[in-house]
């Protein structure tokens, strides 16, 4: 068994429970995120409680030693070193607070046949049969007409129905559904608003409500269970509540570190629909506030853009975003020689034509990171013939032109509304993370 830097082997029984604690945190984490909005807060409370102070954008910037900024559902911390050299540079961990689900339409309100039903649209690419028959539940931001942000969230309040078998005898050998017909909420008998429902739970007036962001959750608490109890992790979000947790609990683990590069941990939202958005990774929030860290960073480091290129050369990013596990029962989906599995250890993620922008050099630095950590790593390729997704490490990469690793931790039923992952994947996933930041 690999051992970290302090010769604890990260899965003796000796460490069990520093596993359970981890785990039991995450549960917590996930169910305080039922929304990129909530999951921002809540790093921001976490963060905030840790003494690290938050930089109003709109405001001068003060250049705090330690210090974040939230925007809507994203959020970027900080930790400057304690002297900073000539040749400082960024040292990045980024993910995202997004998943897919379904987002409420600007019209809520739908009464069909004695149902009061809610009108949502598909969010990204869920795994859509998975959320027939489910606790769902609403959560997200509401914006009155002054500009005033509140979130939102209700308990479970609503469920897809499904037809029972004996209306459609075809449903156990092909299932079609429609988007937008059988996707359609019921959430009360007769007629009802979901929108004064919504505005009651924002603690706001009705008719001062100038715009909505909700999106439906999965109100399920996480499970562990499996082999001797503690083989899998079931909850909903994990792509990429996974990693912005690691990544959160890294940073904050390394803050005793003598790094000397600026270290960043940034979470992106929108990456399941493009990222293409004021918060998202291909828009400008990581390199204006970058830009301005570099400004106040004072003397020894050169100044205007030669200096901000300068530093940009000296850094590197390692973008966090779940991956995927070998399903036992289609092996034919994954390449026969590089198939990750639950409980082998996080994945160093790997594509030809870039779809993941993992190269020789980013593959580097992730390995220093991991025999720092103790931890062993997987690599995955996708199947010649399934097409690779992607996720924020291109993007990034194109963006700011730096060094760009991308991992994360294997799931199972991934974009399903119930995720699976193994503990010690994302403890260890947390262990490499924080051994970057440490200068690894």
């Not at 540079?89 to 809520?108: A, C, E, L, Q, Y």
């Not at 078998?165 to 608003?193: C, F, K, M």
């Not at 062993?376 to 924020?392: H, K, L, R, W, Y």
Request: charged residues 20%; aromatic residues 8%.
């Amino acid at each position: 068994m690999a051992q970290n830097e302090n010769g604890i082997d990260p899965h003796t029984s000796d460490n069990q429970q520093a596993v359970y604690s981890y785990i039991s945190d995450y549960a917590d984490f996930i169910l305080n995120s039922p929304s990129s909005y909530h999951a921002a807060e809540e790093c921001a409370r976490v963060l905030s409680d840790a003494g690290y102070t938050q930089q109003d954008e709109h405001e001068a910037w003060q250049s705090y030693q330690r210090g974040f900024v939230r925007r809507s559902g994203a959020i970027l911390a900080w930790r400057l070193p304690q002297s900073v050299s000539s040749d400082v540079g960024f040292r990045i961990v980024g993910s995202h607070t997004d998943s897919p689900s379904f987002k409420v339409k600007p019209n809520p309100d739908s009464f069909q046949h004695g149902f009061s039903q809610v009108n949502v649209e598909v969010y990204g690419g869920p795994l859509l049969n998975s959320w027939l028959n489910r606790d769902l539940g609403l959560a997200g931001q509401v914006v009155t007409i002054d500009g005033d942000v509140h979130l939102a969230k209700t308990p479970p309040i609503m469920m897809i129905p499904q037809l029972a078998p004996h209306l459609d005898r075809s449903v156990n050998t092909h299932l079609e559904l429609s988007a937008q017909r059988d996707y359609h909420p019921i959430w009360a008998i007769g007629e009802a608003s979901i929108f004064v429902q919504i505005a009651q739970c924002a603690g706001v007036d009705p008719e001062r409500i100038a715009g909505m962001d909700l999106y439906a959750y999965d109100a399920a608490a996480p499970a562990v269970f499996g082999g001797e109890g503690d083989d899998f992790f079931a909850a909903g979000r994990q792509d990429n509540l996974s990693s912005v947790y690691a990544s959160l609990r890294a940073f904050l683990a390394a803050d005793d570190s003598s790094c000397e590069d600026v270290q960043i941990m940034v979470a992106f939202d929108h990456e399941e629909v493009g990222s293409t958005t004021f918060t998202g990774a291909s828009g400008p929030f990581l390199e204006a506030m970058l830009r301005r860290l570099h400004a106040g960073l004072g003397e020894g480091v050169a100044q205007g853009d030669e200096g901000f290129h300068r530093m940009l050369a000296n850094s590197s990013c390692v973008s966090a975003d779940a991956g995927h596990s070998i399903n036992p029962n289609r092996p034919e989906k994954h390449d026969p020689d590089h198939h990750p599995v639950l409980g082998s250890g996080p994945l160093l993620k790997i594509n030809g034509n870039q779809r993941y922008a993992t190269e020789a050099e980013g593959t580097a630095l992730w390995l220093r990171a991991c025999d720092y950590a103790g931890v062993a790593c997987q690599e995955f390729v996708s199947n010649n013939d399934v097409p690779c997704g992607t996720t924020i490490g291109p993007l990034t990469t194109q963006r700011l032109g730096i060094i760009t690793v991308d991992v994360g931790v294997p799931l199972l039923s991934m974009h399903s509304i119930r995720e699976v992952s193994c503990p010690r994947d994302l403890v260890d996933l947390s262990l490499v993370l924080e051994g970057y930041f440490r200068g690894a």
